[in-house]
């Protein structure tokens, strides 16, 4: 039986992670965004993340994740933006952890580019002491030409105990935060410790 494709626009993809129902931006900004071809029943990738706490730890302890980035991944709405005490993305931390495959590349060179294969790996946490992320998100290097605006990064997003694939391609929110990072082949580093950016050449 065929599984039917839906188009999940990027408000339906931020609704998915189920963190709000509603984007913050213009009328005209929101017809420009691209959509999504998806199979109705399932995602498919979180074997790609499998045992990745097992993977090299780029951060030693949470690092502080600021609003106006945390909300990068689930947009607030106007009411939780007024009403800081009901804001879902205030004072959020993150873990990231990256395969062995871009380890070299994220800890050792000032201008790094990742080989395919690389898969990053950001949890985002509660609080620092937090055992279960609320969700991760995930940037995998595909080969050349799968995704040129943003160097070929393909980029998903699953729930905090990373059994359900939440949203998976060339998503326009996730993007357009990267964008701003091409000296860094789109990875933003800001986690990177001090120590580690000292030595790197």
């Given at each position: 039986?065929?599984?039917?494709l839906?188009?999940?626009?990027?408000?339906?993809?931020?609704?998915?992670?189920?963190?709000?129902?509603?984007?913050?931006?213009?009328?005209?900004?929101?017809?420009?965004?691209?959509?999504?071809?998806?199979?109705?029943?399932?995602?498919?990738?979180?074997?790609?993340?499998a045992?990745?706490?097992?993977?090299?730890?780029?951060?030693?302890?949470?690092?502080?994740?600021?609003?106006?980035?945390?909300?990068?991944?689930a947009?607030?709405?106007?009411?939780?933006?007024?009403?800081?005490s009901?804001?879902?993305?205030?004072?959020?931390?993150?873990?990231?952890?990256?395969?062995?495959?871009?380890?070299?590349?994220?800890?050792?060179?000032?201008?790094?580019?990742?080989?395919v294969?690389?898969?990053?790996?950001?949890?985002?946490?509660?609080?620092?002491?937090?055992?279960?992320?609320?969700?991760?998100?995930?940037?995998?290097?595909?080969?050349?030409?799968?995704?040129?605006?943003?160097?070929?990064?393909?980029?998903?997003?699953?729930?905090?105990?990373?059994?359900?694939?939440?949203?998976?391609?060339?998503?326009?929110?996730?993007?357009?935060?990267?964008?701003?990072?091409?000296?860094?082949?789109?990875?933003?580093?800001?986690?990177?410790?001090?120590?580690?950016?000292?030595?790197?050449?």
């Amino acid at each position: 039986m065929k599984i039917k494709l839906i188009k999940i626009s990027i408000v339906a993809v931020v609704a998915a992670i189920g963190l709000t129902g509603f984007v913050l931006m213009p009328k005209s900004e929101m017809q420009t965004l691209k959509t999504i071809e998806t199979p109705a029943k399932t995602i498919e990738g979180k074997d790609e993340v499998a045992g990745y706490k097992d993977w090299t730890k780029v951060n030693e302890k949470p690092e502080y994740m600021a609003p106006r980035v945390s909300a990068m991944c689930a947009m607030p709405t106007q009411a939780q933006i007024d009403d800081e005490s009901k804001n879902p993305h205030i004072n959020k931390f993150i873990n990231v952890y990256v395969n062995a495959i871009g380890k070299d590349e994220m800890l050792t060179k000032k201008n790094p580019q990742f080989p395919v294969g690389t898969v990053v790996v950001k949890e985002k946490l509660a609080a620092p002491e937090s055992e279960t992320p609320e969700l991760l998100t995930v940037m995998i290097k595909r080969e050349k030409g799968f995704n040129p605006e943003v160097g070929d990064w393909e980029f998903m997003t699953l729930n905090g105990a990373a059994t359900e694939v939440t949203a998976k391609g060339k998503l326009e929110s996730c993007g357009s935060c990267h964008l701003g990072y091409k000296q860094n082949d789109f990875i933003t580093r800001t986690y990177l410790p001090e120590e580690f950016r000292r030595k790197l050449k």
